[in-house]
């Protein structure tokens, strides 16, 4: 098992939900942590929390769909920390709604935000990963990449990307020789707090996969199974795994009806986000 004593790592929106709870268990184990956010009051909190239990911590504001802005803080990681050996790509943004009935521009900011910005920080890093042959990506993708969930298409469609960048890298490490060099992608499913308050599926769809109401259970995952027992993929809870085994064996006209009967038709018909921020751009903005 992997120790994490010492480690050099980055956190994309560490300042809140799970990156906050990631940070707070890295901090335990001994990293040194740089955090980016948006949201400034935050960020302080955040680092003002993390400092005070012991960590090294460094809190720059960031907006990762920001290429030259992910470069200059790549370069400030660099001095700050010596060099990094974890990069973990937790930020997101999302706008719910039927795809239709949106501006085209709120899937483009999704994209933008959940994908774009993996190549930006990922394409930072990894060539100095490649030449020390040692180093972790996890990339936070969702259960929506394993059951599509109406309603939050594009979100849904950057999370496929997500598990599918993260998994052609490791291919291409591997083809590269570099064994030495890490992927995980982790996918939360049915979170029910802070970003995504008031995502519900019904009776039998929490039978299937239980709502998760602490981020920290999915930051222990995180930890626990992708940063020390080096895991491919990190599913939580675990049943979302059943999704997986029955999209390879059901045919898909059977499978979206499936979809339908555990309630992800209206899984955001009482969506409301974390109370006090407005998912309208990729800014965390306070309500006033």
């Known amino acids: 098992m992997e120790q994490l004593q010492g480690k050099k790592v980055i956190v994309t929106g560490g300042a809140l939900g799970i990156g906050l709870a990631t940070c707070r268990r890295l901090v335990r184990e001994g990293c040194d942590v740089t955090i980016w956010d948006l949201s400034k009051k935050e960020l302080d909190a955040a680092e003002k929390e993390l400092t005070a239990m012991g960590g090294n911590v460094f809190a720059y504001l960031c907006d990762v769909s920001d290429k030259d802005r992910v470069h200059e803080l790549a370069a400030a990681a660099r001095k700050d920390m010596g060099q990094v050996d974890i990069l973990i790509n937790n930020a997101g943004f999302v706008r719910h709604g039927m795809f239709w009935e949106q501006p085209v521009e709120n899937a483009v900011k999704q994209m933008d935000v959940n994908v774009n910005a993996l190549f930006y920080s990922i394409h930072e890093f990894l060539p100095e990963m490649?030449?020390?042959?040692?180093?972790?990506?996890?990339?936070?993708?969702?259960?929506?990449?394993?059951?599509?969930?109406?309603?939050?298409?594009?979100?849904?469609?950057?999370?496929?990307?997500?598990?599918g960048l993260t998994d052609v890298l490791r291919l291409e490490v591997m083809t590269a020789g570099k064994k030495g060099i890490k992927f995980t992608s982790v996918h939360p499913g049915n979170i029910v707090t802070g970003m995504f308050e008031g995502f519900s599926l019904n009776v039998l769809g929490r039978l299937l996969a239980?709502?998760?109401?602490?981020?920290?259970?999915?930051?222990?995952?995180?930890?626990?199974?992708?940063?020390?027992?080096?895991?491919?993929?990190?599913?939580?809870?675990?049943q979302i795994y059943i999704g997986m085994i029955v999209r390879g064996l059901v045919p898909n006209f059977i499978l979206a009806r499936i979809a339908l009967l555990i309630g992800l038709g209206s899984c955001v018909k009482n969506y409301t986000g974390r109370k006090g921020y407005i998912h309208s751009t990729s800014e965390a903005e306070t309500e006033k």
């Not at 030449?131 to 594009?154: D, F, K, Q, T, Y």
């Not at 109401?213 to 939580?236: N, Q």
């Open 210 to 238: 239980p709502p998760v109401k602490d981020h920290d259970v999915i930051a222990k995952g995180i930890v626990e199974k992708a940063l020390k027992k080096k895991r491919h993929l990190v599913v939580i809870p675990w």
């Open 130 to 163: 490649m030449e020390r042959n040692s180093g972790h990506i996890v990339n936070v993708s969702s259960g929506v990449a394993i059951s599509s969930a109406p309603g939050l298409a594009a979100y849904t469609t950057s999370k496929w990307a997500v598990w």
